[in-house]
DNA sequence: AATGATGAGTTGTCTCGTCAACTCTTGCTC
DNA sequence: GAGCAAGAGTTGACGAGACAACTCATCATT
């Protein structure tokens, strides 16, 4: 790799304050979902794919995948969220397979209030700040980074 | 709050994608530091600050103001650096109070190392893919969300 | 039907970060 | 100058996430 071992005081300072507007934003977007809903954004993501699911239910290794977890985190989580009452493991197949996840009725309410909400927050901190042509700038860069970087 | 309570599916697209592809960037960002020189994220941000003090050196609230940490963050994190060489704790002013963290001789050239380095890293993955207006944008939201966001 | 390979899920362990409690210093006030 | 409030730094306990080892089920092969 080429050492050029420099960026220009400028190029520094619009990376310092691009990484400080991430940090800042996602610190803002978990203290509302604690604040409104007691709630953590693995928690959120948990809910907002199991929500999201066709069936309602979904396997462990589909959500480590989705979620792009340590599949032992997922479980560690549910574990947690088991013990909050919003999820349920239940036996789909043989037993002693837990496999299949779902929202219990308190889980699924709490999701669909909660994703409510993050659109608020999200258009209130993201849309309502952006242009369109700045949108689509943004688009296109995320798109070029996920291509280069995707697993 | 106005709650609206949703986005169109472009916009939630565009939000997922933007936030898969900081998620990816900090992955690279972090996987590069620990590949090439062994350190986390956290030590990096450590070397940093101490690297660019003036007289080389600072007070654990300084770290926890400008790193945006909690001050026992920065209290574990300086015990664990401490342990593998790179930093020094100093007696300055009174007995008993170690105030004045300063790095040390491996320390400081770790430092430089991996500061060139993070350089090359944000180079090729943010500004050789950016073009002026994308960058124009991403300064422009970050600016305007700081402003609103910041304490 | 027994064997072995693969894959799902779980558990234990270690490190990191947060929160609250604590010690000691500094500096103010009477 | 004695007492006390504010501030600096540390520590311990706990929760979360990464990694590796483990259990059990499934399925192909013989």
């Known amino acids: 790799m080429v050492e050029t071992g420099s960026l220009s005081p400028d ?8 990484m400080q507007a991430q940090r800042l934003l996602a610190k803002e977007v978990d203290r509302i979902l ?11 993501g ?3 794919k199991l929500h999201a699911a066709p069936d309602g239910r ?16 997922v479980a560690h989580q549910l574990t947690r969220m088991e013990r909050r ?8 197949g043989a037993v002693g397979r837990r496999t299949g996840i779902a929202l219990t009725a308190p ?3 709490l999701a669909e209030r909660a994703i409510r909400r993050h659109a608020d927050t999200i ?5 309502d ?10 688009a296109t860069w995320s798109e070029d980074l996920i291509e280069h970087l995707a697993p």
Request: charged share 30%; aromatic share 14%.
């Open 107 to 109: 889980g699924a309410e």
């Open 34 to 44: 604690q604040r409104d809903f007691g709630i953590s954004k693995a928690e959120f």
């Open 11 to 18: 190029e520094w300072a619009f990376w310092d304050t691009w």
């Open 46 to 48: 948990i809910l907002v």
């Open 129 to 138: 700040r952006l242009s369109p042509e700045q949108a689509a700038a943004i």
């Open 85 to 92: 009452g919003f999820v349920e493991r239940s036996e789909s």
């Open 58 to 73: 979904m396997r462990v290794t589909d959500l480590a995948v989705t979620l792009d977890w340590e599949k032992s985190r």
């Open 123 to 127: 258009r209130r901190l993201a849309f």
